[in-house]
């Protein structure tokens, strides 16, 4: 059964970096699949932050692209997330998912199969 | 962006009915819509993919059908288990955009 689930700190100053991990058990990440990163701000819907291919490529939402990073650690099996100069309006759940492109199209997307719990992140002084 | 238009926001059933909810998209997308179920604390469960096909182990009572720009999630029997928030995801282009939620709620 594929799990994964987020870690890092909770609160997060305002203009310092958020880092989160997500660690997977039960498939290997270097096997294949998408791996992204999903949030939810209070009050708000979900929004997709960035993704990854197993092989090393890289997708991210236009809208945050400027400040995020997103990186695979095979020998670990986890992959993590940086967003730079975080303000409240990055205070949210973080979510991390594995992503299934069926059916394969020339655009590279795919839906979300495997999700974590989630964690809160709060960006407060 | 392709916007996803879910409706909808709230909706109160009880054990038994059936449940219908709807996603709209701001173009076409084909058949790229999944579903998924999100329960507090819990990690969300998907339930259906390209818009009509049900993922492995999720029960027959739930079903998607659609195409092009409008999408149905449709639950046949709704149990206790069922109570939770459904979402929409378009997957036909980046950026990945979701709907704003369901929730199912007891009546």
């Known amino acids: 059964q594929v799990q994964l689930q987020e870690s890092g700190p909770g609160l997060v100053k305002p203009s310092e970096t958020l880092s989160l991990t997500c660690t997977v058990s039960g498939y290997s990440i270097s096997s294949g699949y998408y791996w992204g990163w999903i949030r939810r701000p209070p009050g708000k819907g979900l929004e997709w932050i960035a993704s990854l291919y197993y092989s090393g490529s890289t997708y991210y939402n236009p809208s945050l692209k400027s400040r995020v990073t997103i990186s695979v650690d095979t020998s670990k099996n986890q992959f993590s997330l940086t967003l730079s100069s975080v303000t409240a309006a990055d205070t949210a759940v973080y979510y991390c998912?594995?992503?299934?492109?069926?059916?394969?199209?020339?655009?590279?997307?795919?839906?979300?199969?495997?999700w974590g719990q989630g964690t809160l992140v709060n960006v407060s002084s | 962006d392709i916007q996803m238009t879910q409706s909808p926001s709230s909706l109160s059933a009880s054990v038994g009915d059936r449940v219908t909810i709807t996603c709209r998209a701001s173009q076409a997308i084909y058949n790229y819509l999944a579903w998924f179920q999100q329960k507090p604390g819990k990690a969300s469960k998907s339930l259906i993919y390209?818009?009509?096909s049900l993922q492995s182990g999720v029960p027959s009572k739930f079903s998607g059908s659609g195409s092009g720009t409008d999408f149905t999630l449709t639950i046949s029997s709704l149990q206790p288990e069922d109570f939770a928030t459904y979402y929409c995801?378009?997957?036909?282009?980046?950026?990945?955009?979701f709907g704003g939620g369901t929730k199912v709620e007891i009546k």
């Open positions: 995801q378009q997957y036909y282009s980046y950026p990945l955009t």
């Open positions: 390209a818009a009509t």
């Open positions: 998912a594995r992503g299934d492109p069926y059916p394969a199209s020339a655009a590279e997307t795919y839906y979300f199969d495997y």
